[in-house]
Structures are given as C-alpha cells and as structure tokens.
C-alpha cells in the first residue's frame, strides 16, 4: 500500500520524472507498456494485435498540458492518427485526456477542439474521453454531456467511471440514461477517502454493482480490468441475464496480462487494448508500476542486465 501510494505520488514529481526519462533502460521499460513514440511507429504493433483478433483503442500519452503550442501538437497528432487508421484500415479507436486538450488553460478552448475532432472522427470512429483524477471528474462529465447535447449532438464519443468512487453509482444511472457508451475502471489515481473507497474489496464490490447496472442498462458497455474475479462475475452475470457476449467488451492495457487477453479471445469475447504511444510516458508508466509493484522486478531486472 505504501509502496503504490509512493508511485502514485512520484508520478507528478517533474525531477523524478527528469531523472527517470534520462536513463538508459527507461527506454526499454517503458516498451512493455507504451508502443512507440511517433503515430507511424504504432501501426505495425496495431495490425499484430489486430491478427490476434485484438481491436484496439490508440491514447497519445500526454496530460495537464498548459501551453496552447503543446495542445496544438496534441490536436495535430490525433488529427493525423485517424487519417492513419482509415488509410491502414486498422481495427481501432481513440482515447484521449480532455487536460492534454486543454482543458487546465480553458473548458472552451478544449470544447472546441473536441468539437473539432469529433467532428473530424465521424462517422466512422470512435473517442473515448479518459477519465483523470477526482479534480476533473464534475469537469470531464460536464464536458461530455455537453457534447452529447450539442446543437449538432455527438454521438461519436464516450466517457470513463472509476469504481473507486463513491459518486460513481449515480453517475452511471444518469448516463444509462442518456445512452452514453461507458469504460468501467476501478480507477488509477491517488485520491483521499473522502471521495473515494480506500479499501481494494469496496471498491472490488463497487466495480461489480457498477458492471451489472452497465449489462443491463448501458450501451456497448467497457469493462476494463485484468483482474480475474471481475472478469468471471462479468461472465457469469452476463450467462445468468442472457447478455450476449456482443452486447459489451472487455479492455485491457497494451502489454498487460496478454494471456488473459487471448484466452478472452478465444472463448469468443470482444476485447480491445488500451495502447498509449508518444514521449511523455513518465506519469503513465508510474501508474502502471503502482497498480503492480512487482513490476518494479521487471525494471530491476532490466537494470542489472543493461
Ligand atoms: C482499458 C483500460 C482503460 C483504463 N482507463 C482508465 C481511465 O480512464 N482512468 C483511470 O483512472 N484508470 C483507467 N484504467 C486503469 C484502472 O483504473 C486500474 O488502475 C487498472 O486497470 C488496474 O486495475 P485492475 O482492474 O486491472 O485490477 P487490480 O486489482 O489492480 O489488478 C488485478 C490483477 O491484474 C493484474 N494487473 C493489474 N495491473 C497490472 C499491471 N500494471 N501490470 C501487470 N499486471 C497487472 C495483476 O495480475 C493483478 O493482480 C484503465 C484500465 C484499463 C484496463
């Protein structure tokens, strides 16, 4: 628990960061988790998950960006990856922060430029508005209802739960409603037990209510997890309700649990993988380290072989 809270707490250190992002097998342990740098540099891992019967949702990695110059690139990057994706034909969608669009400089510029990707996704593909921590969570779903009530309404977009906390079961009931398409998670952020549930088996328990509300009444529900027991109740409630296994997907993160995500495969789930890419991958892979400290052996490990 110390051990995840400290990750959680060096992920925004910019020195950590500095100093992690200058070292010789940083490079190489990010590779497990981050696909490449460049929108180029994805295509071929993509068309191998693809082969797989893998589809996949492409996140360029980048968050709380506060200068107009870096959400220009970050506009110009998504705009370039679509184009990618319709001229590869690759199986995929996108998943993008709203602080990398700049939602941190002013909610209307990042409106904008939603509008403006949506716009330039459509009809054809996907974005799924990732969720952040609790600071931006009344923000992101005000922004995204927005969107979906928007003069010329979109319908192209989805939004992130976290099953940590506790707002999140009338959050799912409002959106059931509206029709949204949700991603359940159980939540990667460091957050206070004011506003969340500190203990893995409440918020274990939440995911599971939160899941069934989304079987029943969502539309083309997420379920995003590596955790086994999470996987089996979605399985066993969806034979128990006679939900058909195309009804929802299950995601997992690129280069996480990769048997599990062909096991799934092969017992004819849809699944889709998470696959961040770009440089600023510091923050991202600290949260990964955090949700499984052991991968700290792997880093470890890699270290004394460089
Ligand atoms: C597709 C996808 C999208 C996500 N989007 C968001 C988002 O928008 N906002 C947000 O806050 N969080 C997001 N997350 C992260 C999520 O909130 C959790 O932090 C993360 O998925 C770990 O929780 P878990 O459900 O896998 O269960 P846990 O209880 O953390 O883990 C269960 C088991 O899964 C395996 N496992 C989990 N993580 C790792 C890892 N990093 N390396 C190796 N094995 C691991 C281990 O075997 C572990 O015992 C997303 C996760 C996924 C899969």
Redesign the pocket.
Known sequence: MLTRSLLLQLAGNKKMEAFIKQNAWSARMAAR?VAGETVESVIEPVRQLNAQGLAV?LDFLGESVTNQEEVALVMDTYLRLFQVIREVGLNAYV?LKLTALGLDISPELCYRNMQRLLKAASPDLFVRI???SSLYTQRTLDLFERLWNDPEPFRNVGV?I?AYLYRSAEDIERLNAMGARV?L?????REPPSVAFPR?ADV?AS?VRLMQRLLLHGNDP?I?????K?IEATQRFAREHQIPCDRFEF???YG??RDLQMRLVQEGYRV?V?TPFGTHWYPYLM???A??P??LWFVVKNVLRG
């Open positions: 988790f949702s998943s990732d969720m952040e992130v976290q991603r998670c159980k939540g990667a952020y893995k274990d995911f997420a995003a997890t590596h955790d086994p999470m995601q997992m993160l996480v649990r889709r998470y949260r990964r380290l949700e499984r052991a991968n």
